[in-house]
């Protein structure tokens, strides 16, 4: 197995309010999409008085092809209201397999590779949407062998 994925774990995860910018992006533009969605959230954010309550996150609808239903932002702390091209959301309560990915991001297909096989592996159907925590600010970390992801990939 792939070093840079750690053993999935299952967890229960809380419901949690965000703010985000959801668009259908080709994959080739997510880099470009992620720059611009985490900006525009921040500011809709700060503009309200309202904060980021973690790091910043993307959540997928549906398994990527040459494009993907994304959406992008931050689990928020205080009051937010729709504005901005900004939308409100929940990441849902729910039981989820995660794993931390250590690496660069186009070696992330190796940990949901190792979430999938555990999922397999207990018997659980793994949900149509996932989400990923970037724990690492690449302005800040230059060394993509050092960036670190959380993967969430509830069950169904």
């Known amino acids: ?14 419901e949690q ?6 668009e259908r992006v080709p994959m080739a533009s997510l880099t470009e999409f992620f720059g ?11 503009n309200q008085g309202a904060s980021p309550a973690g790091p910043p996150f993307a959540l997928y609808r549906g398994m ?3 494009t993907v239903d994304v959406e992008a932002g931050f689990p928020i702390a205080g009051n937010f209201t729709e504005a901005d091209g900004v939308a409100t959301g929940t990441l849902p309560e729910t039981d989820a397999l995660e794993a931390l ?18 999922m397999e592996a207990e018997g659980f ?7 990923e925590y970037y724990l690492s600010d690449p302005e ?5 062998a050092k960036w670190q992801t959380r993967v969430v990939w509830p069950i169904a």
């Open 64 to 66: 990527p092809a040459e």
């Open 1 to 14: 197995m792939n070093n840079s994925a750690q053993h999935p774990g299952k967890v229960h995860l809380t």
């Open 125 to 131: 159907t793994p949900s149509d949407t996932m989400w």
């Open 140 to 144: 800040a970390e230059p060394d993509p």
């Open 36 to 46: 611009r969605a985490f900006g525009t959230v921040m500011a809709a954010v700060r």
């Open 17 to 22: 309010a965000v703010a985000v910018v959801r």
């Open 101 to 118: 990915h250590i690496g660069p991001y186009d070696t992330l297909e190796n940990t949901y590779g190792a979430i999938l096989g555990r």
